[in-house]
């Protein structure tokens, strides 16, 4: 299954949470009327949505709550909610940056210790971000080039 298909399953969901709230919301504001009378009141046929929740005033576009369905879904996340595909995965790092073995090794390692999050901004790292190996003590200031004194950011 796509994300585009899970969050449309996800939407079509809350709009049908939605039915019964709106319906309650209704029925609450109008406790002497009738459940017809109340959503021929709140709901109407507009497009091909038959049940519509818009307003109804003479001489004047009715306004619609849009559905969740309606939404686009505008991008696919590659990292999904706290996982992240750096936390250490040696196969993956050896993969890809399988030319430099040493360098590989080396991030692999740090991203491992970093849980793979960014020192400097404690998020996680994705795909598309550049990494660098940062001194924490510079080399310039005596630094050495040594696990405790490496970190990544992005
Ligand atoms: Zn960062």
Not at 10 to 22: E, S, V
Not at 36 to 52: E, F, H, L
Not at 103 to 110: F, H, I, P, S
Request: with cysteine; charged share 25%.
């Amino acid at each position: 299954m796509t994300s585009t298909v899970v969050s449309k399953v996800i939407f079509a969901d809350l709009d049908n949470l939605m039915y019964p709230k709106l319906k309650a919301w209704a029925q609450h504001r109008h406790p002497k009327k009738s459940g017809g009378w109340v959503s021929k009141k709140y709901w109407q046929t507009i497009g091909g949505d038959n049940w519509a929740f818009a307003t109804r005033q003479e001489g004047k576009n009715p306004m619609r709550l849009r559905s969740h369905t309606e939404t686009k879904i505008i991008r696919h996340v590659k990292v999904k909610g706290d996982a992240s595909p750096y936390d250490g995965n040696l196969i993956y790092w050896s993969s890809r940056m399988g030319k430099h073995p040493e360098t590989t090794y080396r991030v692999a390692t740090l991203l491992k210790s970093q849980s793979g999050k960014c020192t400097h901004c404690g998020m996680y790292f994705r795909e598309e971000d550049v990494l660098e190996i940062d001194h924490k003590i510079p080399k310039s200031l005596g630094g050495k080039d040594e696990y405790k004194n490496l970190q990544i950011l992005h």
